[in-house]
């Protein structure tokens, strides 16, 4: 009778010990999996990090392309009065031609 309830303490206590193994090893995969959200956290992060630097890299090249637009508006300009200069430059010959023809005449 002694040994019997001495086994079935031994067991019991063998189950207690598992028990406890088993919430040992539950509470290792619970580490590992906050782990692995902060890993998570720190990925994401750094996606938004990279995200955000191409955002300014494309602002950039935006600003960049406008400038060029501005520079060929301002060359653009710069051609239109030297054309313009042209043909006043024309008129006052056409005029001079026309007052050269009077002369002649009168």
């Known amino acids: 009778m002694g040994r019997e309830c001495e086994r079935e303490r031994e067991r019991e206590r063998e189950r207690e010990r598992e028990r406890e193994r088993e919430r040992e090893r539950e509470r290792e995969r619970e580490r590992e999996r906050e782990r692995e959200?902060?890993?998570?956290?720190?990925?994401?992060r750094e996606r938004e990090r990279e995200r955000e630097r191409e955002r300014e890299r494309e602002g950039e090249r935006?600003?960049?392309r406008e400038r060029e637009?501005?520079?060929e508006r301002e060359r653009e300009?710069?051609?239109?009065?030297e054309r313009e200069r042209?043909?006043?430059?024309?008129?006052?010959?056409?005029r001079e031609r026309e007052r050269e023809?009077?002369?002649e005449m009168g």
């Open 37 to 44: 959200r902060g890993r998570e956290r720190e990925r994401e």
């Open 62 to 64: 935006e600003r960049e």
């Open 69 to 71: 637009r501005e520079r």
């Open 77 to 81: 300009r710069k051609r239109e009065r």
């Open 86 to 94: 042209e043909r006043e430059r024309e008129r006052e010959r056409e």
């Open 101 to 103: 023809r009077e002369r």
